[in-house]
């Protein structure tokens, strides 16, 4: 079982930034995606953006060119740079460690951290 550990959310004003950090316990960390999902209050869970074990990049539309993922793999540790934050970006962000290339439920789930977004 890999050990998934979210740090970096909190209160912030509209416009402003925030970095989330993951940590993943897995010897494997480099060959593995890694993922951020969120999750808004009385909606679904949903795909922020993810980072394949070769640093291909992918990002649903509403965050494209606001938010960055990045991976330390000497770290076992991703990232997620978000900037210009909106207060529909308010959720609680849960970074998932993939099992190879599947991410999701496949993969292993941090507890998250609430991110929030005052405008």
Excluded at 9 to 15: E, I, M, P, R
Excluded at 39 to 67: D, M
Excluded at 81 to 89: T, V, Y
Aim: net charge positive; with cysteine; hydrophobic share 35%.
């Amino acid at each position: 079982q890999v050990h998934v550990v979210e740090s970096g959310g909190g209160l912030v004003q509209a416009g402003g930034s925030l970095r989330l950090s993951c940590v993943a316990s897995a010897s494997t960390f480099s060959m593995n995606a890694m993922a951020w999902y969120r999750q808004a209050p009385g909606k679904q869970r949903e795909l922020v953006a993810f980072i394949t074990s070769v640093g291909t990049t992918h990002y649903t539309n509403s965050v494209q060119g606001r938010f960055t993922i990045s991976r330390d793999n000497a770290k076992n540790t991703v990232y997620l740079q978000m900037n210009s934050l909106k207060s529909e970006d308010t959720a609680v962000y849960f970074c998932n460690a993939g099992q190879g290339s599947r991410i999701g439920d496949s993969g292993s789930w941090g507890q998250g951290t609430q991110v929030t977004v005052s405008s």
